[in-house]
């Protein structure tokens, strides 16, 4: 079984740009999920998609981080206009069914440096 | 608030040395606590879940345990291939997220 796919691995950007970032769940997990971590500090909550509908949004830092899930398959969370306090490690996890009784699995991760 | 305090932030063992690391949570209605591995330039890999106190769990050289306040991963005899950082995080009943803690980073030298 494929684990959770997340491209790009790394990504260097300017203040300002425009960065996606794509996570490709396991096929048939309905629950997908987007978490950061900022250099020295604890892995945070993002969002959570069922199929195609976000859950919950509540650890969205502002409005220009934008995620969509096409279809309830992959899912892409985009950044504009990025600023320094952005960089960090976002990663994505999946999961069969809610509560953790099936286990969440991660991506290994995109690393997002803005300079 | 939920939290999570994982103690101590860095753990340095010699091969064969056993010893624990602790997480300590405060939520409201714990719905399972969880550990992870995690290697340099990679995801978080499931380890273990608890939900009730008491409740032991094992895998190898690891053992889980939970109480109503903390959580205990004891690594018996570790080998230099359990070195990695350990993360515990724990769901409320209320959302379907995980609220992680720092993370132990264990190194293990032969």
């Known amino acids: 079984e494929a684990g959770v796919t997340q491209f790009p691995s790394h990504s260097v950007i300017e203040k300002g740009q425009t960065v996606t970032l794509r996570c490709d769940p396991i096929?048939?997990?309905?629950?997908l999920y987007w978490y950061r971590r900022v250099m020295g500090k604890e892995i945070k909550f993002l969002l959570h998609?069922?199929?195609?509908?976000?859950?919950?949004e509540s650890g969205m830092p502002n409005n220009r981080f934008l995620a969509e899930r096409t279809g309830g398959t992959y899912s892409t969370l985009k950044v504009q206009p990025a600023e320094l306090e952005d960089s960090g490690v976002y990663f994505c996890?999946?999961?069969?069914?809610?509560?953790?009784?099936?286990?969440?699995?991660f991506g290994s991760g995109t690393r997002l440096t803005v300079v | 608030e939920d939290q999570v305090t994982q103690s101590p932030e860095a753990l340095r063992l010699q091969e064969g040395e056993s010893s624990s690391l602790n997480c300590s949570y405060t939520?409201?209605?714990?719905?399972?606590l969880f550990w992870y591995r995690q290697d340099p330039g990679k995801g978080p890999e499931f380890l273990f879940t608890l939900y009730s106190a008491g409740e032991e769990k094992e895998k190898e050289r690891l053992k889980a345990t939970l109480t109503k306040k903390e959580s205990f991963l004891h690594i018996t005899a570790p080998k230099p291939e359990d070195s990695a950082t350990y993360l515990c995080?724990?769901?409320?009943?209320?959302?379907?997220?995980?609220?992680f803690g720092t993370g132990t980073r264990l190194q293990v030298f032969p």
């Open positions: 998609f069922v199929k195609e509908s976000k859950q919950d």
């Open positions: 096929s048939g997990h309905d629950n």
């Open positions: 939520v409201s209605g714990l719905r399972g």
């Open positions: 996890a999946s999961s069969q069914g809610t509560g953790g009784y099936y286990g969440y699995t």
């Open positions: 995080a724990v769901r409320n009943y209320n959302t379907d997220k995980l609220i």
